[in-house]
């Protein structure tokens, strides 16, 4: 696999990614940015890739430990080797599909960015791009089940999704005993459709769903807001 290296945070966090393929975005950031973890608190990342929303929190909050669940081998073992490279020694990639895999323990948080583009839609060429993006029939009912699991109650499960499969990710937190819904829309300009949402459940919420403000992306000339950037940077969380 040829590896470019890049960085998140502003700087402050190095993040190797394979050169063809799916690539890493600014949603992993955001999300990261999102979890409301404490410092020796226990996070699952569904569908790591190759770490960055994981990497991205352990530098936000130290003494975090976690576990990312990634189902293709070589993207596990990158994101190990990034967690290596940046010092985080709390953090563990496994190799296995999340339907498949067993937790060994509880968590406090948990957190995914699925893949959300419809089955029918045209396939990519790229094997790896297709799998990171493509939602199977089930999958988001499938994963928010294998996320919520192993959490404590009042655990926070929360989720980076397109706007468009917002009901049905709400109806499969609902469903893994997710509650007290909160949404946040991510507008790409003042005045513009969101297209992606962060959501989040509680786990044993019994509260009804709230709609939040949301945060806005970019100015007018293209550039990040003044919000977007601290929380890119890794200067400020992104609460919900």
């Known amino acids: 696999m040829q590896v470019t290296r890049g960085f998140l945070l502003g700087g402050q966090l190095r993040h190797d990614q394979p050169a063809n393929g799916h ?27 190759a770490g960055a929303a994981l990497l991205c929190l352990a530098r ?4 975090v430990s976690g576990v990312g669940v990634e189902r293709d081998p070589a993207l596990a073992a990158l994101a190990g080797a990034n967690a290596a490279a940046n010092g985080f020694s709390g953090l563990a990639f496994v190799p296995e599909d999340l339907a498949a895999w067993r937790p060994d323990g509880v968590f406090d948080h948990a957190f995914a960015n699925p893949p959300w583009h419809a089955p029918a839609g045209t396939a990519s060429p790229d094997p790896g791009r297709e799998h990171a993006k493509r939602a199977e029939v089930g999958l988001f009912a499938l994963w928010t089940q294998r996320l919520a699991a192993p959490l404590r109650h009042r ?5 980076v999704v397109a706007a468009a499969v917002m009901p049905a990710c709400l109806a499969a937190l609902a469903a893994a005993g997710c509650g007290s819904p909160a949404v946040l829309p991510l507008w790409p300009k003042a005045g513009r459709t969101a297209k992606l949402v962060l959501l989040r459940g509680v786990k044993g919420g019994r509260g009804p769903c709230r709609m939040l403000s949301g945060l806005v992306l970019h100015r007018d000339d293209g550039g990040y807001t003044d919000p977007a950037a601290a929380i890119l940077g890794g200067d400020a969380p992104l609460p919900l």
């Open 23 to 49: 690539r890493t975005g600014i949603e992993p950031v955001l999300l990261a940015a999102s979890v409301p973890a404490q410092p020796g608190q226990r996070v699952l990342e569904g569908g790591s890739g």
């Open 155 to 159: 655990g926070t499960l929360t989720l």
């Open 60 to 63: 936000r909050v130290p003494g």
